[in-house]
Every structure is written in structure tokens, then in C-alpha cells.
């Protein structure tokens, strides 16, 4: 069994499974591989798990519980609610940032500078879920 | 060919102005409005009214607190600044046609939703409150005007309203006058070429005057003040019993694009003497919506050969010599008086210069595109 699966897993379970991409896809922990019973890979997409799902059962809303949600894209979402600025909906999160600039408001520098240089999400928290 | 000149040596030479167009704000590119039920325009619009009330009210009552709606106390007197939005009874909604009883409220009339029990709201973005009190008449106003009320809380909650600001007139720039010399700029709307009512002699005594083939030589020198012709809407009308969704015979396709051709030989003559604009109205080939598009060129292939015609959007903005214009084709203000009481149009023209707003009604009851 020649599996060059990244993660530690489970003894003989691990070259029935697909191997892993290191960067992207879900990740979830490998703590429920024990307890799986079938091992079968016609079944991974089934499974609660560790494998990478083929990309056409990815959702765009699952990928939001992941990766993208850190300190910064904390400080943008705060910028997203605060009502001082107007309804986030309907806008990308610039084009927000640059109307209250121009209604005087003065909107913070960093989310600016996160929004200009940052791989961030450009639009808002609420997109694509109402 | 030489003309025959019987009384004078030299031709009369019309007057020229600097023309510079503002429509810039007013075309449409390829955006499209995402935002939920027209929230984006109302926040901006109260937003640009509210700083612009603020910086009035030290003028107007500098002693009194201003506060939100949400801040109110039982009361207090204190001022606030919101967008008002007028509870009509009377006012067409989609959901009376899914409502399960049919009341027996005749159908609405087509010219005037009012009713005696209209009442006002003001709102923004903390709350609203339902104002009170015989200052503020709910006739004169419509939804969508943004104020400053001063009064105060009741015990039954509403705001008693003793006094009212709005907005007013801009600050206007001096002009300095002229050495006498006059120019003119000639409006026509409402031609409806192609109508059964419009009459191609009419309007051919128009061309005539303006392009000085008309009168003697005083009637002449008038004629040549006239430094630009703005054509505001409703220029053709198409036959209604054509455009009833069906797929047309060839012959009466022929009948849908004569009131444009007849159109265009006339506007020809005009684009040939003078500088041209036309703007598109309801009943013309261009969007429903505010702000409408400009008329596209390959409908006028006489005219537009011309550098003098220009087609423009509605509104239509532009600065002659210096004064700007501003102007619409009228639907903003023929749908205010659907939903307020005035003596004439002018009167309501008036109002918008007041509330500083010529389409308050939009996009609540104006059809309305916004980026």
C-alpha cells in the first residue's frame, strides 16, 4: 500500500482512501476515521470526512466555515454591521468603504488597506446567503 | 447660388453660446442595482439631505437639541431630520390582487391617489415616528422628501410638529449681466409626431421661425438670439394598437417607423440652422425607467449627420455661457401630482426647487435605475 497521504490516519484504512491535496479543500479532523466502518472509496463522499470532497460537491457556503475566517476578516465584517455606514448588502465591501468616504463618514484606514491589498473576501458577510 | 438680397447688404449671423454637457451622472453603463428594496439610494439620500439640514439649522433654531427618532423623550422639544414617507390609502398595491376579499373601494382613479386620512411618517435609520399636529400637511408632501420637524414627543407617541425646515434653494452665483445682449433657448415638448392630434403644419411654422425663413428682417433679428432648441420629450407617438405583443405584419411595421422618419426630416431643418438637443419622454423609443437614455442615433439619420444634434439622456443637464440647466421630459413631476394637491404643475416645479429634489417620488412610485 503506497499511500503518500499527508495527514496521520488510521492503520490499513489509509490506501483505501484518495490522497489528500495539501493546500485547499476541507479539512476536517481525522479523529472519526477509527470509527468508520466502510472503507469503500465509491463512499467518501458519504462519509463525515477527512477526504478531500471532488470539487463539484464543494458548496460556496462551506467553504466560509473555513480558512477565510481570521482576525482580519474579523475586522471587515465588523466594518460590514456597523449601520453607521449604510446597508452592507447590494455593495462590494469597497465600494462601501469609498461611499463613506465620500459621504464624510470616515470609515477606519485598515479595513481600506485590507480591502486594497488583502486576498480577502470583496463582498459582504451576507452575500449569497439572503 | 446667390441669395436675393432686397433690403440689406450683410446676413444676418446667429448667435453662438459655449456649450458644455453634464449628463455624465445621468448615462448608464452596465450597472445594475443589487442592493435589498432600494435601501442603498434612501441611506444615501438621507445622508446627503441630513448634512445639508444640519449645516441649516444653526440659522434656523440654533437654541433646541437635535436628536434621532430613537432618542426621543415625551416632551422634550427638540428637532429631527428624516425621510418622510406619506400612508396613503388609496395608493395602488401589488398585494390587493392576491388579497382573499374583494373590497368594494371603486377602482383607483387614474390621476390622484389622495385621500383625507393620508397621514406622515418620518424615519431614518434608528426609527420612525408618526408626526402629528396641522403645520405639516399631508397633501402638499410625498415619500421620499427628506425634512428637519421641530416639536416634540407626545404621550400617545407621535411627534407633534410645530415648525418645518426643508431643504430651500441652493446658493446661487452671481451672474454678471451682459452689455445688453440677449440670447435664447427655445423648449419644446409633447410634439407627438404621429399622433392623430399633431399637425405637420403646426410644427413646420416652428422650424420655420426658429430657422429665420419667417418674417421680415425685426422678425429676423429675433430669430438669430436663439442660440439653442432643447426638444423635451414625447416627440413621436406610435400607433397603441401596434404594440400589442404580437408579431406585426410588414405593412404595419412600415406605419411604426413613420412618425420617426416624419420626425426626422423636420429635425433636419432644425439641426441644419441651430444647436439641437432631444431628450426622450414616456411615449418615446427609449427605456421606461428614469434616468431614460438617449434616443439612438441611427433613428434620425438625417440629423444626426449634423454636429448640432445631439441626443441626451433625461434629465438632461448642460451650462450655457456659463448658467446651468437642468431639466426632465416631466414624468418626475407628472407622478407628484398623483400623490400630492397643487394648483398647477408650476407650483409643484417649485416644490422640488424647495425640497431640493426634482424626483423625490423615486424609485417608490418613479421606475427608477440606479447603479
Known amino acids: ?130 | 447660388m446667390e441669395a436675393m438680397e432686397l433690403d440689406s447688404e450683410d446676413n444676418l449671423q446667429r448667435k453662438q453660446c459655449l456649450y458644455q454637457s453634464l449628463d455624465e451622472s445621468f448615462a448608464i453603463r452596465k450597472e445594475m442595482y443589487r442592493g435589498q428594496q432600494y435601501s442603498q439610494i434612501y441611506f444615501a439620500r438621507l445622508h446627503l439631505m441630513r448634512t445639508l439640514l444640519y449645516s441649516l439649522l444653526p440659522n434656523w433654531k440654533p437654541h433646541l437639541p437635535v436628536c434621532t427618532v430613537l432618542e426621543l423623550e415625551e416632551g422634550k422639544e427638540c428637532i429631527i431630520v428624516g425621510t418622510l414617507y406619506k400612508h396613503m390609502k388609496l395608493k395602488p398595491s401589488i398585494l390587493d390582487e392576491y388579497s382573499k376579499e374583494r373590497s368594494a373601494t371603486p377602482l383607483v382613479k387614474p390621476h390622484n391617489f389622495m385621500h383625507p386620512d393620508d397621514d406622515l411618517v418620518l424615519e431614518d435609520e434608528s426609527g420612525r415616528v408618526k408626526l402629528a399636529g396641522t403645520v405639516l400637511i399631508p397633501s402638499i408632501y410625498v415619500t421620499g422628501i427628506v425634512v428637519a420637524v421641530q416639536g416634540k414627543e407626545t404621550v400617545g407617541g407621535d411627534f407633534l410638529v410645530e415648525d418645518v425646515l426643508e431643504a430651500g434653494l441652493p446658493h446661487q452665483e452671481e451672474q454678471p449681466l451682459e452689455s445688453g445682449e440677449d440670447k435664447y433657448v427655445v423648449f419644446v415638448s409633447g410634439l407627438s409626431v404621429g399622433s392623430s392630434s399633431s399637425n405637420p403644419l403646426q410644427f413646420q411654422l416652428l422650424v420655420d421661425h426658429i430657422t429665420g425663413h419667417l418674417g421680415d428682417e425685426m422678425e429676423q433679428r429675433v430669430a438669430a438670439e436663439i442660440v439653442q432648441v432643447v426638444i423635451a420629450g414625447n416627440s413621436v407617438e406610435v400607433p397603441h394598437g401596434l404594440l400589442n405583443g404580437q408579431n406585426l405584419a410588414s405593412k404595419d411595421q412600415s406605419r411604426l417607423s413613420e412618425p420617426i422618419k416624419e420626425l426626422d426630416i423636420l429635425l433636419t431643418q432644425i439641426a441644419a440652422s441651430v444647436p439641437l438637443d432631444i431628450m426622450p419622454g414616456l411615449n418615446d423609443p427609449a427605456n421606461f425607467a428614469l434616468p431614460q437614455q438617449p434616443l439612438h442615433r441611427c433613428l434620425f439619420p438625417g440629423s444626426s449627420a449634423y454636429n448640432t444634434f445631439r441626443s441626451c439622456t433625461n434629465p438632461h443637464s448642460f451650462e450655457l455661457d456659463n448658467i446651468r440647466f437642468l431639466g426632465t421630459s416631466g414624468q418626475n413631476i407628472d407622478d407628484l401630482e398623483k400623490y400630492s394637491d397643487a394648483k398647477d404643475k408650476l407650483d409643484i416645479m417649485e416644490r422640488t426647487l424647495r425640497w431640493r429634489h426634482i424626483a423625490p417620488t423615486a424609485p417608490n412610485t418613479l421606475a427608477f435605475l440606479c447603479g
Open chain 1, 1 to 130: 500500500m503506497e499511500s503518500s497521504s499527508t495527514a496521520a490516519g488510521g492503520g490499513n484504512m489509509k490506501g483505501y482512501f484518495r490522497q489528500r491535496k495539501k493546500t485547499g479543500g476541507i479539512t476536517k479532523s481525522n479523529s472519526n476515521s477509527k470509527s468508520k466502518k466502510s472503507s469503500s472509496p465509491d463512499h467518501s463522499a458519504t462519509l463525515a470526512s477527512d477526504i478531500a470532497k471532488p470539487p463539484s460537491l464543494i458548496s460556496h457556503a462551506s467553504l466560509d466555515l473555513q480558512d477565510d475566517y481570521d482576525g482580519n476578516e474579523e475586522v471587515l465584517r465588523q466594518f460590514d454591521v456597523n449601520m453607521a455606514y449604510g446597508p452592507c448588502l447590494g455593495m462590494s465591501r469597497l465600494d462601501r468603504w469609498d461611499r463613506a468616504n465620500s459621504l464624510g463618514l470616515n470609515p477606519p484606514k485598515d479595513v481600506e488597506r485590507l480591502l486594497r491589498v488583502g486576498k480577502l473576501r470583496s463582498e459582504c458577510l451576507w452575500d449569497g446567503r439572503v
